[in-house]
């Protein structure tokens, strides 16, 4: 039987952990074995993957030196795609889904952790977005809308038919089906890790990465799962 998907009581968040060593030895602790094309391999290619030359991004360059213009790009970059998350009534409704029906075969999101997170991400303060953008948030906080797109994208592949009437305001389009909203969805979240790049990797970062592997893989697409390690 699945574990209980009740939201548990947390009196206040964790401090936000940081990446003491490579991502292939950490999933290895999770049960995947290190041999053939494996979700192992994928972490190893995400690891070893460099940042491309001339990327912009946050995590490779030292805030003195980013400029003015270059700030305002990333974030508005980043507003435009937290915007693209559903409202929280939906939001929770596919949480509650993903933890039920996916998350108890691999464990990927610790409930705890994950819930902290979400009660503050949805704290913060509009005025953040809007004056120092990602740039005021921690680097676990604002990768977190990344893990968010990754789990509705996940929950939305597993929507029953009695269940689809409930999310049809979702789509955006005329005979878009839930598999189209699902991979828009999981590719933004995945822009979202890209404006950050590779370097300074947060726990977060590596969930989302691993949620993004595992969500193209889920859908089939195993050769794009595999290049999206170097992006």
């Known amino acids: ?78 507003k435009d795609l937290i915007r693209q998350l559903p409202t ?13 029906e996916f998350n108890w075969q691999y464990y990927a999101v610790d409930p705890d952790i994950f819930y902290a997170q979400l009660r503050e991400w949805n704290n913060l303060s509009f005025t ?20 968010l797109f990754q789990i509705i994208a996940t929950a939305l592949l597993m929507l029953s038919d009695e269940e689809e009437s409930e999310f049809t305001t979702l789509k955006y389009a ?18 979202i890790v890209e404006l950050f790049g590779k370097k300074g990797l947060s726990v977060t970062t590596i969930q989302a990465e691993f949620l993004r592997a595992s969500f193209l893989k889920f859908t089939a697409n195993v050769t794009e799962s595999v290049s999206s390690s170097f992006r």
């Open 1 to 78: 039987m699945p574990p209980s998907t009740q939201t548990p009581s947390i009196s206040s968040p964790p401090t936000p952990l940081k990446v003491t060593e490579p991502l292939s030895t950490m999933a290895a602790t999770w049960g995947y074995g290190q041999t053939g094309a494996s979700t192992i391999s994928v972490l190893k290619m995400i690891e070893m993957a460099p940042v491309a030359e001339g990327q912009s991004s946050i995590s490779t360059v030292s805030p003195t030196c980013i400029s003015r213009g270059d700030s305002f790009a990333i974030r508005e970059k980043y």
């Open 88 to 100: 929280r009534v939906f939001i929770h409704k596919l949480v509650a889904m993903f933890m039920r």
């Open 128 to 147: 953040i977005f809007s004056t120092d953008g990602p740039q005021g948030i921690s680097p676990d906080l604002r990768v977190f809308p990344a893990v």
């Open 174 to 191: 005329a005979n878009m089906t839930f598999e189209d909203l699902a991979c828009d969805y999981s590719a933004s979240g995945a822009h």
